[in-house]
């Protein structure tokens, strides 16, 4: 209804579809695409929540830990894109499964924006519904995940 037929979604209209946004933050909270961010060498002893972190030791953030903490996102293994809007949304994802520091993903932004057109787009051109099985109830479809990385 945004466009009323006339055009396609462009990345102008991501303010008017607050709810395409919150799916896509929630698809990659939910099942981010790299579950562990990549490797930073610790340059200065430290300490972090009582645990001795020597120099020149190697850590990797859990991005996977991350988004399926309940203490940060409540009911992580539930699918709910509604976490992500309102007065008080919950944590944004982009700010971590795209990594962190100098190692940010230096494709993020443009990740950002595909997923936002592909969907848009996707939405605005076809009708996606549940399918029917022969007695007209709706058929569920099943929860499958496989570990995979991609790239």
């Known amino acids: 209804k945004l466009t009323a037929g006339s055009r396609l979604p462009t990345p102008d209209d991501e ?4 709810y395409v946004v919150a799916l896509i933050k929630e698809v990659i909270r939910w099942y981010p695409v790299a579950p562990l961010g990549l490797q930073h060498r610790v340059m200065e002893d430290d300490v972090y929540e009582g645990y001795h972190i020597p120099k020149g030791a190697t850590v990797m953030a859990n991005i996977w830990a991350i988004t399926h903490d309940p203490e940060v ?8 894109p509604d976490r ?3 007065d008080n949304p919950q944590i944004d994802p982009f700010k971590f499964v795209f990594g962190f520091g100098r190692r940010v993903c230096p494709g993020q932004h443009l990740a950002e924006r595909s997923l936002f057109l ?3 787009n996707i939405l605005a051109v076809f009708n996606l ?3 029917v099985d022969e007695k007209g109830n709706v058929v569920e479809p099943p929860l499958e995940f496989h570990g995979n990385v991609t790239s």
């Open 84 to 86: 992500h809007l309102g």
């Open 73 to 80: 996102f409540p009911n992580p293994d539930e699918f709910n």
């Open 15 to 18: 303010e008017a579809l607050p």
């Open 118 to 120: 592909t969907i848009a």
């Open 129 to 131: 519904e549940k399918e």
